[in-house]
């Protein structure tokens, strides 16, 4: 669900960027960033799903499911009770739409814009598409 905010923001940023940096063929910009972001956080979920289930230490025979309710030790269900699974799996839910979100960033500065690349250029036009969306809930004066 964060994926998919983080995603409709990166699209909706980058559609706007294209249109005040006077790209040609926005749309096309918008459809490969949005397939950027949509693999980059596929692929880097996938991977976290394999890199907690090596930690966790469960069994990958033909039998083994992940099921938090399973019998066993209730204490240590799932094997991420406590801070540090806690950290870890906040981490593992946040990783793959910030790097997604970076991905397009750079994309956008680097080969859409062609601006050269600092932190300044890289998020710019942040700040404009958030008041652009504020500004569309505001309801026009009717006289």
């Known amino acids: 669900m964060i994926g998919a905010l983080v995603m409709i923001f990166s699209v909706l940023w ?13 749309v096309i910009w918008v459809i490969g960033c949005a397939a950027i972001f949509f693999a980059s956080q596929t692929l880097l979920i996938w991977g976290s799903v394999d890199i907690l289930e090596t930690m966790r ?35 593992m839910e946040l990783m793959p739409p910030a790097v997604g979100f ?3 960033a750079l994309i956008r500065n680097k080969f859409m814009l062609r601006e ?7 998020f710019s036009g942040l700040k404009e598409m958030f008041q652009s969306i504020k500004q569309s809930f505001k309801v026009p004066d009717q006289e």
């Open 102 to 104: 970076l991905l397009i």
């Open 14 to 26: 980058i559609y706007q960027s294209a249109l005040r940096g006077k790209v040609s063929n926005p």
């Open 116 to 122: 050269p690349l600092t932190v300044g250029n890289l």
């Open 57 to 91: 230490g469960g069994e990958a025979d033909a039998n083994y499911e992940r099921d938090l309710l399973s019998v066993g030790d209730r204490k240590n269900i799932g094997g991420f009770q406590g801070g540090k699974g806690t950290f870890i799996s906040v981490f």
